[in-house]
C-alpha cells in the first residue's frame, strides 16, 4: 500500500514491543513481557485491522484479471460479485469450478 519504510518500522516496534507492569496500592511491582502483539483495546488495533481488510479487499478484487478465475455473477454481462465486507464480517462468493 505504498507505507513508508519508517512507518512499517514504527507500526512493528509497538506491536513487537508490549511490556506490562503491575500496579498494587499505587506501587509498581516489576514488568512483564507479552510474547504476543497487540491487546484488544489497543488503540492501533482497529487501524491494523482496517489496513488487514483494506489489503485483502484489493487482493480480492485482482482475482479479476486471472484468466483461470470463474467470479460469481447473475447473468453473462452483469457485473462480478466476489465478496461482500461489513464491519469483521466477509462473504466470499465464487463459481465452485
Known amino acids: 500500500m505504498w507505507f513508508d519504510d519508517v512507518f512499517i518500522d514504527m507500526v512493528w516496534r509497538i506491536m513487537a514491543t508490549n ?16 510474547t504476543r502483539g497487540l491487546k484488544q483495546g489497543d488503540p492501533l488495533s482497529p487501524v491494523l485491522f482496517i489496513l488487514g481488510a ?17 467470479g460469481f455473477f447473475m447473468e453473462k454481462r452483469g457485473p462480478q460479485v466476489n465478496h461482500l465486507n461489513f464491519a469483521d464480517d466477509i462473504i466470499l462468493f465464487t463459481s465452485g469450478r
Open 19 to 34: 511490556w506490562w507492569s503491575i500496579i498494587v496500592n499505587g506501587k509498581r511491582h516489576g514488568f512483564l513481557k507479552s
Open 54 to 70: 483494506e489489503v485483502l479487499s484489493r487482493t480480492l478484487n485482482s482475482l479479476h484479471i486471472n484468466p483461470n478465475y470463474h
